[in-house]
């Protein structure tokens, strides 16, 4: 990947709406060109898709819950029940593997703090293995950004 192929991409994260015609302005390359490279990106998956971003409270998920997660051990066993086990929880947006103390980070959005306190007993302490689960509630954000940092070639 080239500098002209991350300016294109930073192009899109600001904007994925932009026109093959507006693409090709903003980094000034001709249109087959730019379109070329778009759809190569594309096939390497690189660009692996295209979204909306939504605005979580007007949507009705008002609480942002970051969750640690302990498993009891780190067997292949455990490990593959717990990531199993999240991957269609609709609430885990994002789930980290993590150095230090703590083994997962999640990132959890949810209507209220009932509906958290609902999914921590339902869904998450009845997976298997995990031994200690801590939670810090989000109250506000400074920042948020889709646009990645510039790379240094």
Do not use: W
């Amino acid at each position: 990947m080239n500098d002209k192929d991350r300016k294109l991409i930073n192009e899109l994260q600001k904007n994925g709406r932009l026109t093959n015609q507006e693409l090709s302005e903003n980094i000034n390359l001709s249109p087959s060109p730019c379109l070329r490279r778009l759809r190569q990106l594309e096939r390497d998956k690189v660009i692996l898709g295209y979204t909306a971003l939504v605005d979580e409270e007007a949507y009705g998920l008002s609480i942002t819950a970051f969750v640690r997660i302990r498993l009891n051990s780190h067997s292949s066993e455990t490990i593959k029940s717990f990531e199993y086990s999240i991957q269609d929880e609709e609430h885990i947006l994002e789930c980290y593997i993590m150095t230090g103390s703590d083994d997962y980070l999640l990132k959890i959005l949810v209507e209220s703090l009932s509906n958290y306190e609902d999914f921590i007993r339902k869904k998450l302490q009845p997976i298997p293995g995990i031994s200690a689960i801590d939670t810090s509630f989000a109250y506000g954000v400074v920042k948020k950004s889709y646009v990645y940092p510039r790379v240094k070639s």
